[in-house]
């Protein structure tokens, strides 16, 4: 055969991966195969292939009969919506898209790639896990992937899709990226399934209640996303890779912006007449932000505490944003992870943050002391505190106790600090403040009730306004609703080229 044609031939027999049966096989269940997702991912003729011609080397079980050009995954670099991208694909179809040596060294190359170019990763894992006939190799081959998907956190952004299995030690890459979505009802993930929890806990679970992706994006929080199919879920990749500049140094994705009457009337309308009344933050940050630009991460985790990119005058901004409507709105453990991961994330990637705040405080309880809510709600504070990106907190409401402190006050280095007039800035609300600094007043009295309300009121008075905080400068400005969007576009503006040096280090001890 003619050196051209053997060259022409090879890539055909690449094209088509574990053969036409297996994707017949894939298609049946409702999966596309790893060069179709790439297909429909990248820009249309943009993805250039590495290491089509890849083999592995297993000469165990007669392995050496069975070679699959690729080896398994798809690797390769194009443009999505004319960025550059990296992206790895797993083929199903290859012995389950298992991981062997090879298998591994390709996801490796790219990733080098990528951090030499500073330019996004996105994997799409569809494993059977370790290649169960390489032993030994093939867990090297994750822990190489593990390494260098650690030293590019922070400087590249890595998003992962899990879009079929995604089982054993192969969880943990997709958990140190940035980001994981997942398919509905056609993905899982979990450390062991179902048979072994079986074997050792006696418990019966299907894969689907054990690690699929309603367990995850609700329950665990281990998924940021969730899709009901594999087109969806690629839309969203795109989406969410929108908002994010390329690399560490980069400055956030802009588009373009005219000028216009920034007034917001319907802010003026959404805080309820009564304190205790929820209402739903989402809201007021749809009024805030440019119109349809909020892309929520974590919809269904921790719903007290809502976070998300969205643009404000065409510009990549973070938003955290307590939420009234679920729970009142109080931190725990949970909501304390998921807003601290985002901060951090954000500030990561010079991603300003704007902090909606109407919080009661902490969640008082067993549950949460037992579980750690002062480590986890130190988290939070830890993040905000190191963030070095501009920062800007809006109160709308309720800013009580620690809560005030953590969500991005002054203090703890807001570089403005706007409130409604509807904010009570104090150490708890009036009621509880009134029963304990007043307690013994009020036991003498004959009317207890009617000197606990007057008590309240009179507390109240003093403190559940933003005017003491605002005579201190812990508040740079009370502003009424509908001025928001134009005060935070000014700002933002003002803080573009912000500059904080923090103190050298190695690295900090968030606590973990
Ligand atoms: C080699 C594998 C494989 C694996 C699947 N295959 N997993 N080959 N190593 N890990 C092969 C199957 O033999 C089969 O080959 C083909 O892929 C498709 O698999 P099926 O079982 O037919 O598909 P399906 O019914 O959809 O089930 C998929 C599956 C199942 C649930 C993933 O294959 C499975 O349970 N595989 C083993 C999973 C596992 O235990 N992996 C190791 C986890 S431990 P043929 O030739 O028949 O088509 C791990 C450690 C990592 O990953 C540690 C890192 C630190």
Known sequence: ????????????????????????????????????????????????????????????????????????????????????????????????????????????????????????????????????????????????????????????????????????????????????????????????????????????????????????????????????????????????????????????????????DETRKKLADIIPESANQPYDIREVIEEVADENSFHEVHKNFAENIVVGFARLAGKSIGIVANQPAFLAGVLDIHSSQKAARFVRFCDCFNIPLLVFEDVPGFLPGTDQEWNAIITNGAKLLYAFCEATVPRITVITRKAYGGAYDVMNSKHIGADMNFAWPTAEIAVMGAKGAAEIIFKRQIDQAEDKAEALKAKELEYGNLFANPYRAAERGFIDDVILPEETREKLIKAFAMLENKVVNLPRKKHGNIPL
């Open 1 to 260: 055969m003619k050196k051209r044609e053997q060259l022409l031939k090879l890539r055909d027999e690449a094209q088509l991966g574990g053969g036409l049966d297996k994707i017949a096989a894939q298609h049946k269940k409702g999966k596309l195969t790893a060069r179709e997702r790439i297909h429909f991912l990248m820009d249309e003729g943009s993805f250039e292939e590495i290491g089509a011609f890849v083999q592995h080397r297993s000469s165990d079980f007669g392995m050496e009969k069975l070679k699959v050009l690729g080896d398994g995954v798809v690797t390769g670099y194009g443009t999505i919506n004319g960025r550059l991208t990296y992206v790895f694909s797993q083929d199903f179809t290859v012995f389950g898209g298992s991981l062997s040596e090879t298998h591994a060294e390709k996801i490796c190359k790219l990733m080098d790639l990528a951090m030499k170019n500073g330019a996004p990763l996105i994997g799409l894992n569809d494993s059977g896990g370790a290649r169960i006939q390489e032993g030994v190799v093939s867990l090297g081959g994750y822990a190489d992937i593990f390494y260098r998907n650690t030293l590019a956190s922070g400087v590249i952004p890595q998003l992962s899709a899990i879009m079929g299995p995604c089982a054993g030690g192969a969880v943990y890459s997709p958990a140190i990226t940035d980001y994981i979505l997942m398919v509905e009802n056609s993905s899982y993930m979990f450390v062991t399934g179902p048979n072994v929890v079986k074997t050792v806990t006696h418990e019966e679970v299907s894969s689907e209640d054990l690690g699929g992706a309603s367990v995850h994006s609700a329950k665990s929080g281990v998924a940021h996303f969730t899709a009901a199919n594999e087109i969806e879920a690629i839309q969203q990749l795109k989406k969410l890779l929108s908002y994010i500049p390329q690399n560490c140094e980069e400055k956030v994705p802009s588009l373009p912006y005219t000028k216009a």
